[in-house]
């Protein structure tokens, strides 16, 4: 029998975005293990629910639509309203959540709520996280990112940095036969394009430097880890360590750097000094 989960709340869940700065009126993009934070009453629609909260009725909440079950389908059908999210109960119950836009592309959709949902989500270009991304806009209109129980290898975004730099191992291959079935029920071409990579990344390579330059911003929610940061610092300061070093967000050796992104990691982590 496992530790007992810890329980967690909306109001916990408000109360713990605030102490990380997210308040009224932000644009957040978060990525979410809600597992990771015990047990949460209410489910996925609590959580949901609490970060909406934290932003209020001026903020505007995003969360990844993604679809990578469609990889690998040849002449793949990326149907706006129908296609499922990727492996997480929080992002599909999002995608169906009220008044939720859906940005265009066959992997890597993102869906949004609140004033600036279209502006986000619309015109997402053929490359997954290219510069006319939902990416490129957030890291670009004083966004936020929250990483809810997950480490930075979740936080899509370094994609981004990888494809504006044309980094050496961050190829792209067209999707030939892709379509869409819009909001209108329409099929049409969607010119779409894939990452093909020669090397494995790792994002959590970045954890220190993000912590030390003050983007990045943690606090404990339940049993969760939860990192806050400036979408924009943290883009920029991607950028200007990949101009110095190329593979500085490439795996070093044959594991992934391990950073906490829980309460037992802190608690093993703590032992071990």
């Not at 909306?10 to 644009?27: E, F, N, Q, T, W």
């Not at 090397?199 to 404990?220: A, K």
Request: aromatic share 6%.
């Amino acid at each position: 029998m496992g530790p007992l989960q810890t329980r967690v709340t909306h109001d916990d869940i408000v109360k713990g975005l605030a102490a990380l700065g997210v308040g009224p009126g932000d644009l957040v993009l978060a990525h979410i293990s809600m597992g990771k934070l015990g047990h949460v009453e209410g489910g996925a629609e609590t959580l949901i629910a609490a970060l909406q909260a934290a932003v209020g009725e001026r903020g505007t909440l995003v969360l990844p639509g993604f679809s990578f079950q469609l990889v690998d389908v040849p002449a793949p059908v990326f149907d706006v309203l129908h296609t499922p999210t990727w492996a997480s109960k929080v992002y599909e119950r999002f995608r169906t959540w009220p008044g939720v836009c859906r940005s265009h592309h066959v992997t890597h959709s993102l869906c949004a709520v609140g004033p600036r949902a279209r502006e986000i989500t619309t015109d997402h270009g053929p490359d997954p996280c290219g510069v006319h991304s939902p990416f490129a806009r957030i890291a670009r209109g004083g966004g936020k990112i929250l990483l809810i129980g997950v480490s930075h290898n979740s936080s899509t975004m370094f994609h981004a940095v990888e494809e504006q730099e044309k980094l050496f191992y961050c190829g792209l291959r067209n999707v030939p036969g892709a379509t869409i079935i819009d909001e209108e029920g329409r099929q049409h071409p969607l010119p779409t394009r894939l990452h093909s990579m020669s090397r494995t990344y790792d994002f959590n390579r970045v954890n220190d430097l993000l912590r030390e330059r003050g983007i990045q911003q943690e606090v404990l929610i339940g049993d969760a880890l939860v990192r806050c940061l400036d979408a924009g610092a943290m883009f920029e300061a991607a950028v200007e360590l990949v101009r110095e070093d190329p593979s500085a967000l490439l795996m070093t050796g044959d594991h992934h750097r391990s950073i906490p992104v829980c309460r037992q990691d802190l608690e093993e982590a703590a032992e071990e000094v």
